[in-house]
């Protein structure tokens, strides 16, 4: 009897605990940070004067909780949002043909597609999504997730160019993204473009850098401008191809000891000049850091973006992510370029400068070499 009025003592310490008085009514809102968001969302299906979705309440919630990180990478999916992820990540969607990133507080794009429908409709890069289909854009997922739909279907976007704002309507289309193009240029050098980290560039750079060997290549060009990074592990495959043995990468965690990953092979025994600008991050840093660390490789172009951080997403039960920043990552070095991102060895500005001094200087490598 005694241990029978201790656990009946114990529960109702726990449920008075459990409960707010408001006033003249009584609200239940749950003991813990937790159930005060549960309770928040009972109070309000019961007490708002119009009816209330639940699920999506939670769902603003969730969204509101990794919001104030303050970190545009770190994101709340919903099952249906990141199947959108997957999609666009694998290189194969409907849509209208843009890279899209992040530059400061808004979202931008890095470059339309060539040949897309973005393209034709005479988006550029750097214009900022303010609005698609009148829903405020605050991420690039949240824009990935608007802007794609089915093809031949018709989406507007508001877009801010300098000072003007104005509305682009643009009919879908099914696009096809390759992760590479290659073509052997003047004087025996490969010129490889590198413009994702999808589910398949390390294949494609494997297959390019064979076809521009067979050739004759004798130097190559690897261009990461624009590219806005994507999967790390294929960015680790990718460097592997360029990199002697030694260090790629290192992640470094709040509450876990760093994790160093390297490269074992011979790397690509040839010169190697690597094209980047503003919209280089990410991954494409990773790539481009190894490669001016090692000395296997000099950049040209303008400093990147400075993202040099990394997600790793969380799935949750309902099909739901959340994809958070768990790792800040240095280079061989150890540099810290978030917020400053790479330094070329050789600055220049613009698309077709930068491409006729990346060619010289291989030319002259090959030439040296001989």
Request: aromatic content about 6%; proline content about 5%.
């Amino acid at each position: 009897m005694r241990k029978r009025n201790v656990l009946f003592l114990c529960l109702a310490s726990a449920l008075f605990s459990a409960l707010l008085v408001a006033g003249t009514g009584m609200y239940f809102l749950y003991a813990g940070p937790v159930g005060k968001i549960l309770g928040i969302v009972n109070l309000v299906e019961k007490e708002f004067y119009k009816p209330v979705d639940k699920d999506a309440a939670i769902q603003g919630a969730s969204r509101g909780v990794v919001r104030t990180l303050g970190d545009p990478y770190s994101v709340y999916m919903s099952q249906d949002e990141w199947q959108e992820f997957e999609i666009r990540t694998s290189g194969e969607y409907s849509g209208i043909g843009v890279q899209i990133g992040v530059g400061g507080e808004s979202v931008q794009i890095s470059r339309p597609m060539p040949s897309s429908p973005a393209e034709e409709a005479g988006l550029k890069a750097g214009d900022i999504i303010l609005r698609v289909d009148g829903t405020p854009i605050l991420s690039s997922d949240d824009a990935v997730l608007h802007i794609r739909g089915p093809a031949g279907t018709d989406v507007t976007i508001t877009i801010g160019r300098d000072t003007e704002v104005f509305d682009v309507t643009i009919t879908r289309r099914d696009i096809l993204v390759p992760a590479t193009s290659f073509v052997m240029k003047e004087g025996n050098v490969g010129y490889i473009e590198l413009m994702s980290f999808n589910e398949h560039s390390d294949v494609e750079v494997s297959q390019a850098l064979g076809i521009l060997k067979d050739q004759g290549a004798e130097a190559i060009v690897l261009d990461l401008r624009y590219n806005g990074g994507g999967y790390v592990e294929k960015c680790l495959n990718i460097a592997r191809m360029f990199m002697p043995s030694g260090p790629i990468v290192t992640l470094a965690y709040k509450d876990a000891p760093p994790d160093t990953f390297s490269a074992s092979g011979p790397g690509l025994g040839m010169p190697l000049v690597v094209l980047v600008n503003g919209g280089s991050a990410s991954a494409s840093e990773i790539l481009a850091g190894a490669i001016q660390d090692s000395g296997v490789g000099v950049l040209v172009g303008e400093t990147t973006f400075g993202k040099g951080l990394v997600q790793r997403v969380f799935p949750m039960r309902d099909g739901s992510v959340v994809k958070i920043t768990t790792a800040e990552y240095l280079t061989p070095s150890g540099r810290a370029i978030n917020g400053s991102g790479l330094t070329p060895e050789y600055p220049v500005d613009g698309d077709e400068l930068q491409l006729d001094m990346a060619l010289s200087l291989a030319r002259q490598a090959i030439a040296q070499s001989e």
